[in-house]
């Protein structure tokens, strides 16, 4: 029978003190995704939506898109446009600065426009980052590995804490492409399908999708709600992102701030390892 080993306590941690709650039973404010093909409305929407009486201030961070100055002309809208210097750095400390904003009596809202650019911008970095270290083919075509792109997915990851800490709802926009869709053998079919252009996981970091194929038509995908039951998708004819809102019946119940289980990262999961000296000590007598 082999003793069990027990390293020096200062490498043991205190056991953490566990506690349990109740389910506050209210609903939070969404983070909803627009996902558009081109002129389909879907910047318009996100401008309209700021001159909701359910919201006080709105703060629009454009990341690769033109900024909707043009949208302030549009009765009631009231946002403000948050600069930043294009960086992926300075766009993460830019929502720091939003979410740190007092709330007063109403909740603000955050823009980000687009989704798509920011992933496209993530892409390009690994693609940088494969070069820098002359990771390359034969015809000089960049090799992104595996661990460049688990390195910008941790980045992407990081940037969507940002948003679900937002204490308000949220807007992302995102670009929809038709694509072919393939049978069980991998081969194209003449069926055709849309999907939204973005980092993968996506559809799961949101509350709320609505798709917008063409100006005018406004699909509610899916919803996180007790209030709404949502059994397929459905289309909403005259489409407002306060519609939606009100149809979540967020205008008529009380709301709480959003909590996540959100994972520590990795380096401070990490235990040191004990030395080699450490061991012996630590061993049990023979």
């Known amino acids: 029978m082999t003793d069990s080993l027990t390293l020096p306590d200062n490498k043991q941690s205190a056991p953490r003190a566990r506690t349990t709650r109740r389910p506050t039973g209210k609903p939070s404010w969404p983070v909803t ?7 389909s409305g879907k910047s318009f929407q996100a401008a309209l939506a700021s001159a909701s009486p359910l919201i006080d201030r709105t ?3 454009g990341f690769g898109e033109q900024d909707p100055d043009a949208y302030g002309a549009i009765p009631g809208a009231r946002f403000e446009i948050a600069e930043h210097d294009g960086s992926l750095r300075d766009l993460k400390e830019t929502i720091r600065y939003i979410n740190a904003e007092p709330v007063v009596d109403k909740p603000h809202l955050l823009v980000i426009d687009s989704a798509t650019r920011i992933w496209n911008t993530l892409g390009d970095k690994a693609t940088y980052l494969a070069v820098k ?6 015809n000089g075509e960049p090799i992104v590995g595996m661990d460049l792109w688990n390195k910008v997915t ?14 308000g709802p949220v807007i992302l926009t995102a670009r929809l492409d038709t694509v072919t869709v393939m049978d069980d053998h991998g081969r194209p079919t003449k069926a055709k399908s849309e999907k939204v252009k973005g980092q993968k996981d996506l559809a799961y970091d949101v509350d709320a999708i609505v798709e917008m194929p063409a100006r005018g038509t406004a699909e509610l ?12 998708r459905t289309t909403i004819p005259d489409f407002t992102v306060e519609g939606l809102w ?15 289980a959100e994972p520590a990262p990795i380096a401070e999961q990490v235990e040191p390892e004990p030395t080699a000296g450490e061991m012996i000590a630590a061993a049990p007598p023979a």
């Open 246 to 260: 009100r149809m979540l019946g967020l205008d008529i119940t009380a709301t709480a701030q959003p909590t996540y």
């Open 59 to 61: 703060f629009w961070v």
């Open 221 to 232: 995908v899916g919803a996180r709600s007790v209030i709404f039951n949502l059994t397929e």
């Open 154 to 167: 941790r980045e992407w990851m990081e940037i969507m804490t940002l948003v679900r800490q937002h204490n």
């Open 133 to 138: 270290r002359g990771s390359v083919d034969r």
């Open 33 to 39: 995704l627009l996902a558009g093909r081109e002129k």
